[in-house]
């Protein structure tokens, strides 16, 4: 009787310390699973993917070059910069 209490016990163990991972990391796990589950599906194209509109990988840098935003150094604040001399 007391191996059998023993592995009731054991299994028991097992059993709430899954629980136990499964709650504790469940973002974690989530993200796992359906990675595996995209991988594994043979209909699955990532260029299918939407992305958001200002993420595109192709964008140019500046998309405006004429913008304000950028403006030429002022000589002025540079006067107290010297050249770098290379021995």
């Known amino acids: 009787m007391g191996a059998i209490t023993t592995a009731v016990i054991a299994i028991v163990g097992v059993v709430l310390g899954w629980i136990t991972i499964e709650i504790a990391c469940k973002p974690c796990l989530e993200k ?13 194209d990532p260029d299918d993917d939407v992305l958001p509109p200002n993420n595109d990988i192709r964008a140019p840098l500046n998309p405006n070059p004429d913008s ?15 050249a770098i001399k290379a021995v």
Request: charged share 30%; aromatic share 8%.
């Open 68 to 82: 304000s935003d950028w403006s030429e150094p002022d000589p002025k604040s540079m006067a107290g910069s010297s």
């Open 32 to 44: 796992g699973r359906e990675a595996i589950d995209r991988n594994l599906n043979p209909d699955y």
